[in-house]
């Protein structure tokens, strides 16, 4: 019955994620780079290691990727100087990698730049209305992460 379907809210949801991913695809795919050399998808290696060193394998962890697919890019931001590799105080046998200065520089450019896509975009929504919003997607953030985390929550 295309047309009359009365659809549930998680649904309806559903449906509106599903068109959020693609839109937002285009949209990272248009964004311009902020450097050069640096793939957009090792933006969020830089925003975790902002926070402080982390070894490959708990910030491939934090990123929810491949180790391998982490330390590839990694390489690249060793090599752009945007992130260096020192030893693991607990385990000198180990290496943790931290964000350099380079590093924090281009993460501020990052965030300024989605911070004015984000105002252009909503500018006519409330400060309220994106609060609330806010509330709401990092409600939904940790609840997705929790559920990826818990096999008994997880979706055959």
């Not at 982390?54 to 990694?74: E, F, G, K, P």
């Not at 990698?97 to 105002?119: D, K, Q, V």
């Amino acid at each position: 019955m295309v047309g009359n379907d009365v659809s549930t809210p998680e649904a309806t949801l559903g449906d509106e994620l599903v068109r959020v991913f693609k839109l937002m695809g285009v949209a990272r795919q248009r964004m311009p780079r902020h450097h050069p050399q640096v793939d957009p998808m090792a933006y969020p290696l830089l925003h975790h290691l902002h926070r402080g060193p982390l070894r490959v394998s708990a910030l491939a962890d934090a990123v929810h990727a491949d180790v391998s697919t982490i330390s590839r890019q990694v390489s690249t931001l060793v090599d752009l100087g945007f992130v260096t590799r020192g030893p693991d105080p607990d385990d000198g046998r180990a290496q943790v990698l931290s964000a350099t200065e380079e590093g924090a520089a281009l993460l501020r450019a990052i965030r300024e730049g989605r911070e004015r896509w984000l105002r252009s975009l909503l500018s006519d929504w409330s400060e309220d209305d994106v609060r609330s919003f806010t509330v709401h997607l990092v409600r939904l953030a940790d609840d997705l992460e929790t559920s990826l985390s818990d096999p008994d929550r997880q979706t055959p």
